[in-house]
C-alpha cells in the first residue's frame, strides 16, 4: 500500500469527523471555479445550491 492511499483514508476520515461536528456547518468545497461537494465529490456551478449527484446542501 501507497502512502497516498493512506493519505486519502486521513482525509476521507477528517471530512467524516467534521461533518459530525456540530459546531461546524458543512460548506461547499471549492474546486477551481466551482464548487465541490464534500460528501460525494460531485463538481458543480457557482450558483449550485444544492448537489444534483447525492442531494447534500450546506447547512
Known amino acids: 500500500m501507497s502512502s497516498t ?12 469527523m467534521t461533518r459530525r461536528d456540530l ?8 474546486s ?12 458543480h456551478e457557482p450558483s449550485a445550491t444544492a448537489c444534483s449527484v447525492c442531494g447534500w446542501t450546506p447547512e
Open 32 to 43: 477551481y471555479n466551482k464548487k465541490q461537494c464534500p460528501e460525494c465529490g460531485g463538481v
Open 23 to 30: 459546531s461546524e456547518s458543512a460548506r461547499w468545497e471549492e
Open 5 to 16: 492511499s493512506g493519505d486519502a483514508d486521513e482525509e476521507a476520515i477528517d471530512r467524516f
